[in-house]
């Protein structure tokens, strides 16, 4: 028998379940409320609302922990390869080699796009931001490939590994597109990584000849950013595939949600903000007070989480990261030297002690990508290449769930009452 909770209405009393996690986190399941009752729990932005049982991820907000599938992300960033955290999220655990590589090569048999399609990034003006041209190519696989049948587990797995292949060509080719450089092909003895590199940087000419410390650096980023549970763009990409809606088309909008600068676009805002800041004499508490001053609406971004109430334990390895990466590469940028005078601002300020607001994961993303010559408006591409085996894996997961529904939430509605229509010329 689990345990059960009451809600207390005027006329009524509502019990039911309280559904327990596997790391002891505690839900007050309603499924049966409405039916019972005839009420509705209302909650804007859902910081209270569970939408789904999930097996992937686990965040503990308080504590600053991220789990993927069990496995800490800190020992994932250090020895894995991104494509092996694919495997991960996808099917529940780490492969062996031989599924590694079987993994890996199904992948690759997939990073070439259709050629028609090539002529797509023509149509693009050149100012186009990568992220519309990212959006745009994936809801196209929808013209080229039939809807997946969700009743078949392999025409499933192969959609995925289609998009796994296909977003990383698409990534690139926004990016050459965008400079005005001729698209470069995938090469088979590249891993995931390296051949983003390859097809990204590389020259018509010569190949590119990948660097390890570039490579290893994306490699981590990916990784850090290839799942976080139920956030804005997964949730998209559950609500939007509820209706069974394609594939490509599902993936699409989650790009739309990841796009927003509360989310994903975040990563560009803080590094224009970072060089505002710079252009403006340094002068970072100017911008703090203004973050904090109530009657503006700015706010410094890649700081805050709905979800982590400490440090985000991405930045954290990212804060690391950075420093190791400008190290490596020659780079001294001093964009780096405002970011860490505003996170000691941060940690120590009354106001964001308060309220609890922690470098989040867009905070020193920036700073590597733009140290790798990766420009300001792919940083958010960047994010999206990470997080597409996390929308994938939650995708996989709720197709496969006999139980789940189409997600339509309630509302309660506040509008005028019944009234009667009258002819034009009487309003
Ligand atoms: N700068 C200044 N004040 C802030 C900030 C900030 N970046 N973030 C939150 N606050 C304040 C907010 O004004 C509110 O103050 P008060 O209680 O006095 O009204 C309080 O902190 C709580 O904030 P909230 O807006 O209720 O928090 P939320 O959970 O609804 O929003 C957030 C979370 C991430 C959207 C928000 O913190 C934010 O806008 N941050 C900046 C954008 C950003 O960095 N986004 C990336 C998020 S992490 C990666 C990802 O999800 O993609």
Redesign the pocket.
């Known amino acids: 028998m689990s345990e059960q909770a009451k809600i207390q209405l005027p006329e009524l009393e509502h019990e039911s379940a309280i559904i327990t996690g596997s790391e002891d986190e505690k839900a007050f399941d309603i499924t049966k409320l409405r039916p019972n009752t005839g009420h509705i729990t209302l909650d804007p ?1 859902y ?1 209270n609302t569970g939408a789904c049982i999930s097996d992937i991820t686990f965040i503990d907000g308080e504590k600053g922990i991220l789990r993927y599938r069990g496995y800490p992300i800190e020992q994932l960033a250090e020895q894995c390869k991104f494509t092996e955290i694919c495997y991960l999220l996808l099917y529940g655990d780490l492969p062996t080699e031989e599924q590694q590589q079987q993994f890996s090569s199904r992948i690759k048999q997939e990073q070439n796009i259709h050629e028609d399609m090539k002529r797509f990034f023509d149509g693009f003006p050149i100012t186009a931001h990568p992220m519309a041209i990212l959006s745009a190519m994936i809801t196209s696989l929808s013209a080229y490939h039939e809807s997946t049948d969700i009743s078949d587990i392999e025409k499933i797995d192969a959609d995925i590994i289609r998009l796994l292949g296909r977003v990383k060509s698409f990534a690139a080719f926004s990016y050459r597109k965008s400079h005005g450089l001729p698209y470069i092909y995938p090469q088979q003895d590249l891993s995931y990584v390296e051949n983003f590199l390859h097809m990204t940087f590389s020259d018509t000419q010569e190949n590119y000849k990948t660097d390890p410390v570039l490579a290893e650096a994306l490699n981590l980023l990916l990784i850090l950013h290839a799942d ?1 549970e139920q ?2 763009s997964t949730s998209t990409v559950r609500m939007v595939g509820s209706s069974h809606a394609n594939l490509y088309t599902t993936i699409s909008a989650g790009i739309g949600a ?1 796009w927003g ?4 676009g ?1 990563n560009q805002r803080v590094i224009e903000m970072l060089e505002e800041i710079r252009d403006d004499g340094s002068d970072y508490k100017k911008y703090v007070n203004m ?2 001053d ?1 009657n503006s609406d700015y ?8 979800v982590y109430k400490n440090y985000d334990p991405r930045a954290k390895v990212l804060s690391q990261v950075a420093d190791r990466v400008l190290k490596a590469l020659n780079v001294d940028d001093p964009l780096m030297e405002i970011a860490k005078n505003l996170e000691e601002v941060a940690l120590n300020d009354e106001y964001f002690i308060a ?1 609890k ?1 922690y470098p ?3 905070f020193y993303s920036g700073i590597i990508y733009k140290a790798m010559g990766i420009p300001t408006n792919m940083f958010t591409v960047m994010f999206a290449l990470g997080r597409l085996p996390g929308w994938l894996a939650h995708w996989r997961e709720m197709i496969l769930d006999p139980k789940s529904r189409i997600n339509r939430p309630r509302q309660v509605y506040t509008g005028p009452t019944f009234r009667d229509v009258t002819q034009i010329k009487d309003r």
């Open positions: 932005g910081g976080h956030n804005c990841l600068p509360l989310h994903g975040a973050a904090k109530k706010k410094l971004f890649g700081f805050g989480h709905r309220r607001l989040n994961v867009d």
